[in-house]
């Protein structure tokens, strides 16, 4: 099995809402993360998660809120997000870290309104 | 800091032609590359990745990279275009030994019939 899961594809949120990101991976790798990505722009580094420790937050707004329960679910939980946070979230792992390649996610689309 | 620059938005070239994507990089240290390519509405996937060693990699789908330390450069080529090799193209660098993989803007690649 070599898929990162997540879930759901496609969320519609208003700004008051409570919401949750889903990822899932079983190739046993220590490490997990979070990107955000805007229409044409690149991948933006938010989260990443080592052995279920969080190793690096890039100054992300406390709206967004990680979790890492075990070593293959990573959750990204949401709440009063603002419209300007709508993007593609897309999860990630990779077992070697900065030197072995990522596998990514499709994404989940997000759209507050 | 460590950062890619790809000076192209969009690269078209014929169906059968050779293709360059462009990227170069800034770091310091030791240098770790990568080339991703993303679909529409799909999450990133792995092409290749130079650590250290050869300069000339080979990846994915018939794309291979070379890595010039002189013009702190690390281009991404393919002897012949398909039609379906059309995406988004993202070169990205490991910042220093961490979990931190940064994203070029990407490069739009339309391979025309």
């Known amino acids: 099995d070599t898929e990162v899961t997540q879930t759901p594809k496609h969320l519609v949120m208003g700004m008051t809402n409570k919401k949750s990101l889903k990822c899932e991976q079983h190739?046993?790798?220590?490490?997990m993360y979070w990107y955000k990505q805007k229409a044409k722009k690149p991948p933006e580094l938010m989260f990443v998660?080592?052995?279920?420790?969080?190793?690096i937050n890039e100054s992300v707004p406390s709206r967004f809120s990680p979790e890492c329960p075990n070593s293959s679910l990573l959750n990204l939980h949401l709440h009063a997000l603002q419209p300007e946070d709508s993007a593609l979230y897309l999860c990630?792992?990779?077992?070697?870290?900065?030197?072995?390649?990522?596998?990514f996610g499709e994404g989940s689309r997000l759209t507050v309104l | 800091a460590q950062s890619v620059a790809q000076p192209e938005d969009q690269v078209n070239v014929a169906e059968g032609n050779p293709l360059t994507v462009k990227c170069t990089y800034s770091?310091?240290?030791?240098?770790?590359l990568f080339w991703y390519v993303q679909y529409p509405n799909r999450g990133l996937q792995f092409l290749l990745k130079?650590?250290?060693?050869?300069?000339l990699v080979k990846g994915s789908y018939g794309f291979e990279a070379e890595f010039n330390k002189s013009q702190t450069s690390f281009h991404l080529k393919k002897p012949s275009a398909l039609v379906s090799d059309s995406a988004l193209y993202f070169c990205?660098?490991?910042?220093?030994?961490?979990?931190?993989?940064?994203f070029g803007t990407g490069t739009r690649l339309q391979v025309f019939p």
């Open positions: 990205a660098v490991t910042q220093g030994n961490t979990d931190k993989l940064i």
């Open positions: 998660y080592s052995y279920e420790k969080l190793s």
């Open positions: 130079y650590i250290t060693g050869d300069n």
């Open positions: 990630a792992s990779s077992q070697e870290g900065g030197t072995g390649e990522l596998f």
């Open positions: 190739m046993g790798h220590r490490a």
């Open positions: 770091v310091s240290g030791n240098p770790y």
